[in-house]
């Protein structure tokens, strides 16, 4: 695969453009349709009629953890703690925000206390005093969202297993109403996993070299099924059901039920395993590894041309912006 240049999915946005809270109803955000290069401007509840009898809608059903806490430094300076791996007995791999950091240092939380016991890169393993509780932790949100998200805000209406440190922010735009909607026109609904990991947040320094972090996913021989019942006809919701579906293995556009962990980076070159037909997405970060996913799958110049026009016609942008569906050519 050539090499990249990440300054050629660089584009310019202001920043009153970045959502700052969700859109209620959350199915009456806008929509952009992307389809041979022609864009529609619609309302997302409207994505009913772009979905024909027999497609295939593969969902993520990650449910987002509590993740966050807050706390301090004997200094008094406060840190933020982000608890991404349990390893057992009272030990957790974390990322820390908070000034200068090393090993034995202590910290303390409004209902408990943990030590640094290693650093290792960016990842600080931490023993608490006692197990941690959900109730003494929050969920984690994207640092360019400034406001105080509500949970329910953060969630998918199909949300159902916890693991994901983010959302799968493209199933945010259902409704249980419009899901039933596109269950009453023949669409079949196909469930996946994947556990979205911290690496999300990461900026990419070096696209080709970048690591996306390890996100276990699950395709299990029910939900294969469904699929297989139809594969050129899926629509898959955000990028993170592509990625879960890209690391599957495929025999004649047929997929094999796998679970395991996801490594796989997605950027423009790569050849895609699936006989997709649309994609479901948000607008993502200028030179992020989603946007780098979204125009492997669309392609880079129709993609930042769309972009420019959301920007002209005010679309919200990132997590709880707006939306946008993207039919391959």
């Known amino acids: 695969m050539a090499e990249i240049n990440l300054e050629y999915y660089n584009y310019y946005l202001p920043l009153e453009l970045i959502a700052q809270e969700a859109v209620h109803p959350r199915d009456h955000c806008k929509l952009m349709v992307l389809y041979n290069e022609k864009i529609e401007h619609k309302k997302f509840h409207e994505i009913v009629d772009y979905l024909q009898k027999d497609d295939i809608l593969v969902v993520n059903e990650t449910k987002v953890q509590h993740c966050k806490i807050l706390g301090k430094k004997e200094t008094g ?13 009272n030990n957790y791999e974390t990322r820390i925000k908070g000034g200068k950091l090393r090993e ?18 960016d990842c600080f393993f931490l023993e608490f005093e006692k197990p941690l509780q959900t109730k003494e932790l929050e969920i984690l949100t994207p640092p360019y969202i400034k406001k105080k998200v509500r949970e329910r ?17 493209a199933g945010l735009h259902f409704t249980k109403k419009l899901m039933s909607k596109i269950q009453k026109k023949g669409v079949k609904i196909a469930k996946v996993q994947l556990n979205i990991s911290f690496e999300t947040f990461l ?21 294969a099924g469904i699929i297989n019942s139809n594969p050129k006809n899926i629509v898959a919701v955000g990028t993170t059901v592509v990625k879960c579906l890209e690391s599957c293995n495929w025999n004649n556009d047929k997929i094999i039920p796998t679970t395991g962990d996801s490594h796989i980076f997605i950027k423009p070159g790569y050849e895609f395993k699936m006989p997709c037909k649309a994609m479901i997405t948000n607008f993502h970060l200028p030179k992020s590894s989603l946007l780098l996913l979204t125009a492997a799958f669309a392609g880079r110049q129709g993609l930042l041309k769309a972009y420019e026009e959301a920007v002209k016609l005010k679309y919200r942008f990132f997590s709880l912006g707006d939306a946008m569906i993207i039919f391959r050519k």
């Open 203 to 223: 900026p990419v320094r070096d696209v080709n070299n970048h690591k996306t972090g390890k996100e276990y996913f699950i395709i299990d021989k029910r939900n």
């Open 153 to 169: 805000d953060y969630q998918t209406v199909f949300a159902k297993n916890l693991g994901s440190l983010a959302a799968p922010t």
């Open 77 to 89: 300076a406060r840190v933020e703690v982000t608890i991404v791996r349990n390893l057992g007995n």
């Open 104 to 121: 034995g240092v202590l910290l303390i939380f409004k209902c408990n206390k943990a030590r640094i016991m290693k650093r290792q890169d």
